[in-house]
Antibody
Framework: QLQLHESGPGLVKPSETLSLTCSVSGGSTSSTSYYWGWIRQTPGKGLEWIGTIYYSGNTYYNPSLKSRVTISLDTSKSQFSLRLSSVTAADTAVYYC?????????????WGQGTLVAVSS | DIQLTQSPSSLSASVGDRVTITCQASQHISNDIIWYQQKPGKAPKLLIYDASTLETGVPSRFSGGGSGTDFTLTISSLQPEDIATYFCQQYEDLRLTFGGGTKVEVK
């Protein structure tokens, strides 16, 4: 049974870099059928896709966040990571990692439980 | 970029009612729509892909329809466990976009 679990600091200071890791168990991050992504949720903006990485290392980012986002994948550890630089209060959100099906609409069929990250001094 | 507009933003219905949620795309997207259900404090759950295909394990009272720019999610007989917020999602060039959500409550 595939499981994803986010980990990282729950509080980040403004202008610093948010770093989160998603650990995947019960499945392979080397599969050619899936992508691995980060999605965040705020009360005001709803669900917002941050970016996606494929097993090959190819990345796809939300244009509105692209200049600040880096997603990386470590298949040997079955982990993928998110770095979001120069954060502001607007980046306060629940951050989810997810497996994204690489066909049929690219839906996210498995999600982590989500981790709340607050940006505050 | 393609935008998704959901309506209504919230609705209140009785148990047993038929409930329909709409999702309108700003451009033609064939049938590339996903529907999710999200309960409070939980991650979204994938319900429907390719506009009308139920994910394994999803009750048959859920159905999806539409193509092009207009899509619907229908609950044929609302159950208490269906109280949640529902989101649509599409992808364009592997960039995902979500609708604003529809909160379904019981009268």
């Amino acid at each position: 049974q595939l499981q994803l679990h986010e980990s990282g600091p729950g509080l980040v200071k403004p202008s610093e870099t948010l770093s989160l890791t998603c650990s995947v168990s019960g499945g392979s991050t080397s599969s050619t059928s899936y992508y691995w992504g980060w999605i965040r949720q705020t009360p005001g903006k709803g669900l917002e896709w941050i970016g996606t990485i494929y097993y090959s290392g190819n990345t796809y980012y939300n244009p509105s966040l692209k200049s600040r986002v880096t997603i990386s994948l470590d298949t040997s550890k079955s982990q993928f990571s998110l770095r979001l630089s120069s954060v502001t209060a607007a980046d306060t959100a629940v951050y989810y990692c997810a497996r994204i099906i690489g066909y049929s609409g690219y839906g996210a069929d498995h999600w982590g439980q989500g981790t709340l990250v607050a940006v505050s001094s | 970029d393609i935008q998704l507009t959901q309506s209504p933003s919230s609705l209140s219905a009785s148990v047993g009612d038929r409930v329909t949620i709409t999702c309108q795309a700003s451009q033609h997207i064939s049938n590339d729509i996903i529907w999710y259900q999200q309960k409070p404090g939980k991650a979204p759950k994938l319900l429907i892909y390719d506009a009308s295909t139920l994910e394994t394990g999803v009750p048959s009272r859920f159905s999806g329809g539409g193509s092009g720019t207009d899509f619907t999610l229908t609950i044929s007989s609302l159950q208490p466990e269906d109280i949640a917020t529902y989101f649509c999602q599409q992808y364009e060039d592997l960039r995902l976009t979500f609708g604003g959500g529809t909160k379904v409550e019981v009268k």
